[in-house]
């Protein structure tokens, strides 16, 4: 069987593929959204920022994530 990540909200569920599951791996509550971007870019050669911040954006928007701050 195959490992999946998910995100469980009082919505529904998502299923995370594992970008969006690094991604938010990355989120500690430390962390802002462009030093989540920043540890990406350490990690990974092709890391596009404006894709990570609209990912969050996304998931901040249905209430799944909160972003503080930012």
Known sequence: MREQHVLLAPEGVLVLNQTGAI????????????GIVEELGRRYDRV???????FLSRLAAK???????E
């Open 23 to 34: 991604i938010l791996g990355l989120c500690d509550g430390e962390r802002t959204v462009d």
């Open 48 to 54: 596009v920022g404006d894709e990570v911040r609209d």
């Open 63 to 69: 209430r799944w994530v909160e972003l503080g701050g």
